[in-house]
């Protein structure tokens, strides 16, 4: 899976860092870094970031380079 983050359209809200923190983290009070390929096990966390960023900055991509899909699993994501 590929991450790809808008940084200019990222406002530093941390949604991501607190629900994926192994794959995102902010350094200082705006600065976002990031895993661009964050492993297959973190799936669910990313997609669950992605989703709760409110300026939708978070794009993730299979590895065929086709948006990922959050679908409603056991867990609940969607």
């Not at 390929?37 to 960023?53: G, I, K, N, W």
């Given at each position: 899976?590929r991450?790809?983050?808008?940084?200019n359209?990222?406002?530093g809200?941390?949604?991501?860092?607190?629900?994926?923190p192994?794959?995102?983290?902010?350094?200082?009070?705006?600065?976002?870094?990031?895993?661009?390929?964050?492993?297959?096990?973190?799936?669910?966390?990313?997609?669950?970031?992605?989703?709760?960023?409110?300026?939708?900055?978070?794009?993730?991509?299979?590895?065929?380079?086709?948006?990922?899909?959050?679908?409603e699993?056991p867990s609940?994501?969607?």
């Amino acid at each position: 899976m590929r991450l790809v983050v808008d940084l200019n359209r990222c406002q530093g809200y941390a949604q991501c860092a607190f629900l994926a923190p192994d794959v995102f983290a902010m350094h200082g009070e705006e600065s976002l870094l990031y895993n661009p390929h964050a492993d297959e096990a973190q799936r669910e966390q990313v997609l669950r970031a992605a989703t709760a960023c409110p300026v939708q900055a978070i794009l993730v991509e299979d590895p065929d380079g086709a948006p990922a899909s959050v679908e409603e699993g056991p867990s609940g994501v969607r």
